[in-house]
């Protein structure tokens, strides 16, 4: 009987990858995985499995989707050991949980795999903490992918200590002017980094009211909030030569 493993894949780093991940990594018989996972991730797949890049194109996301749901299906026919490899953690954004539902209302047996998701590690590893006592007592994932016309929606968030935004680089000045509308100061810090934990890492800090005319590209989180002033004090610490030997861990 196969089992399909949706499994975390992490922020990009391959040492920022859970044990499990690597160990069942290392069984596969067959891995379809998103355009977010990198290639030092893929080097950990068994040799010989198959490999299918099922990464989502702007405007064809439904019809990849079919696609996705009927491979699974397909391999999990011929295979044992099928993953389904998503960047970060698989149940934030990425349709993991719609997936893992399809499953199991046709009875395929399913694990999940958590994974580091970048909403908190990218802005980390980048020297911003999403908390800080005295700071930010409490902090918001939304997605920015869902501005279009409900600007209204985002009233709440405009009140959460940090804001951390993912998906939003392409409406980052709807997000901002909304926010702003919705009485965040203009001069509230913000910080775009840019493919997080990765050798391309780049940082863009600017604020609010800058935000739309910042020079960001895709993939990146958006954090919003006091927190971001503290990166001066903590990036040199971020850790960024704590890697492991992974082969001691498979
Ligand atoms: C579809 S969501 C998937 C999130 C993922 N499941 C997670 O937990 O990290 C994709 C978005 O995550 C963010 N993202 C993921 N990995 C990133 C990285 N290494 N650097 C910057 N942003 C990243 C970007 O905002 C990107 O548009």
């Not at 590690?121 to 939304?142: C, K, S």
């Not at 203009?186 to 775009?192: C, E, N, R, S």
Request: charged share 25%; aromatic share 4%; with cysteine.
């Amino acid at each position: 009987m196969s089992t399909i493993h949706i499994v975390g894949a992490g922020p990009g780093r391959a040492d920022l990858l859970t044990v499990r991940a690597a160990r069942i990594l290392a069984r596969a018989d067959a891995v379809l995985y998103d355009r977010l996972v990198s290639a030092e991730v893929l080097e950990l797949v068994r040799p010989g499995a198959e490999l299918h890049a099922v990464g989502k194109e702007e405007g064809r996301q439904e019809e990849i989707q079919r696609h996705i749901l009927e491979l699974l299906e397909d391999c999990a026919r011929r295979h044992e050991v099928v993953v389904r490899l998503k960047g970060g953690d698989p149940m934030v954004f990425g349709r993991g949980a719609e997936e893992w539902l399809h499953l199991a209302e046709r009875g395929y047996a399913v694990e999940v795999v958590p994974g580091i998701s970048s909403a908190v590690a990218v802005p980390e590893l980048a020297g911003i903490p999403v908390t800080f006592r005295g700071v930010a007592g409490g902090f918001a994932v939304v997605t920015g992918n869902r501005m279009a016309g409900c600007c209204q929606e985002w009233e709440a968030y405009a009140r959460v200590d940090t804001l951390v935004v993912l998906m939003g680089v392409g409406r980052r000045a709807e997000i901002a002017a909304c926010l702003m509308r919705h009485g965040r100061g203009g001069d509230t810090p913000v910080a775009f980094i840019e493919n997080g934990t990765t050798p391309e890492e780049r940082v863009v800090v600017t604020t609010l009211a800058g935000s739309g005319g910042a020079d960001v590209g895709t993939p990146a989180v958006m954090v919003i909030g006091e927190v971001v002033a503290l990166r001066g004090k903590l990036a040199d610490a971020a850790g960024r030569d704590a890697v492991v030997d992974l082969a001691s861990l498979v």
